[in-house]
T-cell receptor
Framework: AQTVTQSQPEMSVQEAETVTLSCTYDTSENNYYLFWYKQPPSRQMILVIRQEAYKQQNATENRFSVNFQKAAKSFSLKISDSQLGDTAMYFC???????FGQGTRLTINP | EPEVTQTPSHQVTQMGQEVILRCVPI?????FYWYRQILGQKVEFLVSFYNNEISEKSEIFDDQFSVERPDGSNFTLKIRSTKLEDSAMYFC???????????FGPGTRLLVL
């Protein structure tokens, strides 16, 4: 079975710091997409960023960027200049499009 | 910006009762999904739906569950005889392509008593 693994159940940083959330995955596909979703306390699932596997350039959306290492099957999310509103659960969604990681609970402290 | 909507936002039901959860997809999307998330746990795939039929389903999606798109607009998830363990947040997601970004609705919080 294909898997997506987030090895950090919880993380906590100070406001304005940079934080990196890790995700590894397993797939036999060659072309695929990877996603990071944010789930704030409201429990809405919000797309943060996506990466297309055939693109070598790492995706960037404002303060959010990814470090995509295709050979290592690694897809980490970097949040720069973290803000209080970034406090949420973050889920990596893997190459097998129906599979989520276990989630990382990120807390930004004032 | 187009968005996926779900109704109801909350539903409380008695064990053994039938519930229908509704989703209105983004208008040009053709791929539809249901996920559930038991409180504090990971998001689990239930079923995907395309061209008026189920394309994939998980082990969770047993005979108690069904999906349909009755009027070409709403996409529904029916649980025929609810169990206590069906209590969860149910998310609908839709996408324009089979491997593209899935956009999630706000979820329906189901509580089975």
């Amino acid at each position: 079975a294909q898997t997506v693994t987030q090895s950090q159940p919880e993380m906590s940083v100070q406001e304005a710091e940079t934080v990196t959330l890790s995700c590894t995955y397993d797939t036999s596909e060659n072309n695929y997409y990877l996603f990071w979703y944010k789930q704030p306390p409201s429990r809405q699932m919000i797309l943060v960023i996506r990466q297309e596997a055939y693109k070598q350039q790492n995706a960037t959306e404002n303060r959010f960027s990814v470090n995509f290492q295709k050979a290592a099957k690694s897809f980490s999310l970097k949040i720069s200049d973290s803000q209080l509103g970034d406090t949420a659960m973050y889920f990596c969604k893997g190459a097998q499009k129906l599979v989520f990681g276990q989630g990382t609970r990120l807390t930004i402290n004032p | 910006e187009p968005e996926v909507t779900q109704t109801p936002s909350h539903q409380v039901t008695q064990m053994g009762q039938e519930v229908i959860l509704r989703c209105v997809p983004i208008s040009n999307h053709l791929y539809f999904y249901w996920y559930r998330q038991i409180l504090g746990q990971k998001v689990e795939f239930l079923v995907s739906f395309y061209n008026n039929e189920i394309s994939e389903k998980s082990e969770i999606f047993d005979d108690q569950f069904s999906v349909e798109r009755p009027d070409g607009s709403n996409f529904t998830l029916k649980i025929r005889s609810t169990k206590l363990e069906d209590s969860a947040m149910y998310f609908c997601a839709t996408s324009g392509t089979s491997s593209g970004t899935q956009y999630f609705g706000p979820g329906t919080r189901l509580l089975v008593l």
